[in-house]
């Protein structure tokens, strides 16, 4: 998900009274900018915004400044092949996320590096599911380090969440106010972790937060109290697949219920063509590749754990038409509006990644093998874009919100659940390719 800008404002050294004064007479001074810069000519103007940018993104840091060169520099589609095994890539992002669990002294994961604020705070959120990736990747490496860090998230999840049982939205430095769909999130990585280690705790915490969501979700299905910029979304379809595994969980069954109801809700959004109303972060824009996999995601999952061809047919609408649009063009847009009219201006990574991940498993369940094939396309480009080399352990291993860099998404920052969405796709590839040979 998306986090919102965050500008700190540095203390002074004569400690906390000099820093309020500070941040106190910053309004004036920057209106009093703000004025003498309207007066310039506008070609001027333009040059300093982008001065000023260029030094609140820190682009005078060797590691940021050879970003953006190479990003700019860049062909759109991506470089010509991959510098490594997909083994390689796996291992680097996964001491990537390392990186951000350390940065954070190992309480949940850091959501992002920023290139203006380096390291952020931790986000319960994507931590919540990276526990499932880390557990996938511990075994699949044979990292036992990287399963003592799950259990450990799993541990710091649980002193996180409020006392109503949901977790809290954005990072942990914001005063915390419950979230739907990042308690989905964090059940579903708490599940996965009762599964690993056997502790009740895990479980039981997981249930708590179902229990709210139930509560918060309104009769037709939606949830529109606790969520993000105050809207209903059908993007929450990956709140609802935590909620049906959680009823196989626990046996309890109103969290399938639930469930249902809210995909019920979510598919009458979808149209012929696969497009889904209410799948953007904000009202009226349009919707990110990374919420339009979400969405596909929750209904294809959901299905499988169902065993229904109910909610996979609707998970392959929208797959089948994004398909379409990466045959034809060799690569999606960040963001479609309805009527698939694309913003080829930036590749949303992490949607990018995420698509990859549906396809795979959208060929694993249906046999398709257009999926794989786009699939296997697709993660080439995303992991074409992250540097194995790198002298600096904020990069290496890293994946950026959008490519080219500056692109609107995670704008000059690279996400965690970036990522972990591309180790889950590159693991989900594997698979598939394991199977592939065992048929032939």
Known sequence: MGVSQKVGVAPSPNGVGAAASETANQPVRAGLRARAVRRLPSRLQAWLRAVDDAAHQRLYRPLHFLTLIRDARANPSGP???????????????????????????????????????????????????????????????????????????????????????????????????????????????????????????????????????????????????????????????????????????????????????????????????????????????????????????????????GTDRWLRVAQRTADSLLHRYEVRRHLAGAYDRGWRGDHSFACMTGCAQVGLVWCRLYQVTGDARYLNAALKINDFVVTFIDLRSAWPEMRGAVKGSHPVWGPYMRFRLPSWAAKFTVDSLLREEEALAGLEDRS
């Not at 219920?257 to 009226?284: N, T």
Request: aromatic share 12%; hydrophobic share 40%.
């Open 80 to 306: 010509a092949r991959p510098e490594g095994e997909r083994r390689q890539y796996v291992r680097a992002l996964v001491d990537w996320l390392k990186r951000g669990h350390d940065a954070v002294g190992g309480q949940g994961v850091a959501a992002y590096y920023g290139f203006a604020e380096g390291w952020s705070a931790a986000y319960p959120e994507t931590t919540g599911y990276i526990i499932n990736t880390c557990l996938e990747a511990a075994d699949r490496l044979g990292d036992p380090d990287l399963a003592a860090r799950a259990r450990r998230l799993a541990d710091w999840e649980l002193e996180v969440q409020m006392p109503e049982g949901a977790w809290q939205s954005g990072l942990t430095t914001v005063p915390p106010v419950p979230a739907v769909f990042n308690t989905g999130q964090v059940i579903q990585g708490l599940i996965a972790a009762h599964r690993a280690f056997g502790h009740a705790r895990y479980l039981e915490a997981a249930a708590r937060g179902g229990r709210w969501l139930v509560a918060n979700q309104d009769v037709d299905g939606a949830w529109r109290r606790h969520t993000y910029r105050g809207f209903a979304n059908s993007y929450s379809t990956r709140v609802a697949w935590p909620l049906v595994d959680l009823a196989r969980a626990t046996g309890e069954r109103r969290f399938e219920e639930a469930a249902v109801r809210y995909l019920e809700w979510a598919a009458r959004c979808q149209d012929e063509s696969g497009w889904f109303d209410h799948c953007s972060l904000e009202p009226g824009e349009p919707a990110l590749t990374h919420t339009l996999a979400y969405t596909m995601e929750g209904f294809l999952e959901s299905s499988v754990l169902l």
